[in-house]
């Protein structure tokens, strides 16, 4: 069973930055891929980027593109989400993810998950 657990969020007005980060307990894949997801109240969990170690594996959400940059540490099962210029739509619990096997927008297709990082984003 792998564990991860993410850290970073909080409370900001919008512009403003966080930097969310999630470490793994192992790595699940030679490949290293990992994602960052997020879900509001009442809203389903929605991919939000995604990175393999290692190659161009990178992609976004449309929604968050040239605002979040995905980023992995010097080992695998470590990775990070910059975020910039945040909305208030940005609002959410954000979650990590490993163990792909699949799309990497769809939560269905990650066996692992974390508890969260609450972020909120105020006018």
């Known amino acids: 069973q792998v564990q991860l657990v993410e850290s970073g969020g909080g409370s900001v007005q919008a512009g403003g930055s966080l930097r969310l980060s999630c470490v793994a307990s192992?790595?699940?894949?030679?490949?290293?891929?990992m994602a960052w997801f997020r879900q509001a109240p009442g809203k389903e969990r929605e991919g939000v980027a995604f990175?393999?170690?290692?190659?161009?594996?990178?992609d976004y959400a449309n929604s968050v593109k040239g605002r979040f940059t995905i980023s992995q540490g010097n080992t695998k099962n470590t990775i990070y989400l910059q975020m910039n210029s945040l909305k208030p739509e940005d609002t959410a619990m954000y979650y990590c993810?490993?163990?792909?096997?699949?799309?990497?927008?769809?939560?269905?297709?990650?066996?692992?998950w974390g508890q969260g990082t609450q972020v909120i984003v105020s006018l």
């Open positions: 993810a490993t163990g792909f096997h699949g799309y990497w927008w769809r939560a269905a297709d990650f066996d692992f």
């Open positions: 192992a790595y699940t894949s030679s490949r290293g891929c």
């Open positions: 990175a393999c170690a290692g190659d161009t594996s990178i």
